[in-house]
Nanobody, 127 residues
């Protein structure tokens, strides 16, 4: 069982930066591939970024590539999402997700591939 708690959301002006954190409880964090998803009002949840269990490989949605960076610290049971050059269209609730995997080199981009979800943190970018 993995429980996830996001933090770091807030209100920021366009062009600004935020760093989201997702703290995981449980013994299996290092065995989990992790992902960040987001959901804007009236839209479906969409993939933003993913990272393998060992942190060696990452994947980004085209909409955030070059602006967002996902990373993890397995010693702290935490995954991060550094968001730079924020745009109004980045406004959404951001969710952290985890899935246990035996494969250290795999990441996952589909929400149905994840087993555990956090409660979300609101990010609002003013233009």
């Amino acid at each position: 069982q993995v429980q996830l708690v996001e933090s770091g959301g807030g209100l920021v002006q366009a062009g600004g930066s935020l760093r989201l954190s997702c703290a995981a409880s449980g013994r299996t964090f290092s065995a989990c591939a992790m992902g960040w998803f987001r959901q804007a009002p009236g839209k479906t949840r969409e993939f933003a970024a993913a990272i393998t269990r060992n942190g060696a490989n990452t994947k980004y949605a085209d909409s955030v590539k070059g602006r967002f960076t996902i990373s993890r610290d397995n010693a702290k049971n935490t995954v991060y999402l550094q968001m730079n050059s924020l745009k109004a269209e980045d406004t959404a609730v951001y969710y952290c997700a985890a899935v246990e995997t035996a494969y250290s080199g795999l990441y996952y981009v589909g929400p149905r591939e994840y087993k555990y979800w956090g409660q979300g943190t609101q990010v609002t970018v003013s233009s």
